[in-house]
């Protein structure tokens, strides 16, 4: 499990971003038993340069803070289990500070992704094209 990847797609745009099994297991194993994961990304409201998915309707186990922080780089993807509001996937595309209409939240980071040179064309087409496809994967 130590190199596992998670895969991401939106249209043409493929990003690849190693689990951290090793901080953040508990996120790990839950997000892997929700994938594949379809739906769409969207900006950030509140948190700065990220995209994010709405998992809502998602079934999900609990899990604790792990490897958790409020403040994000670029490519370091991050699952917030709900606490203070809706749970969620992040995908900060540059500096992100999470936070909703309640404050700051810390996230929990468990996936990084590699290779950023697409990240920032993820983020524009969510802002000036709107909703952008997405799958979450192993493979």
Request: aromatic share 10%; proline share 5%.
């Amino acid at each position: 499990m130590k190199n596992q990847y998670l895969h991401i797609k939106s249209k043409e745009l493929n990003f690849k971003a190693k689990l951290l099994w090793d901080d953040a297991p508990e996120t790990c194993d839950a997000i892997l038993k929700i994938l594949p994961l379809t739906g769409k990304l969207m900006q950030t409201r509140w948190s700065g340069f990220g995209v994010w998915i709405d998992l809502g309707e998602v079934e999900i186990d609990e899990v604790p803070f792990e490897n958790h922080s409020i403040y994000l780089a670029k490519g370091e993807i991050m699952f917030y289990p709900g606490f203070e509001s809706m749970k969620e996937i992040v995908i900060p595309y540059d500096k992100v500070a999470f936070a909703s209409k309640a404050g700051l939240h810390p996230a929990n980071h468990f996936a990084t992704i590699e290779d950023l040179s697409d990240i920032s064309e993820l983020g524009r087409r969510v802002i000036e094209e709107g909703l952008q496809p997405v799958i979450f994967d192993i493979k």
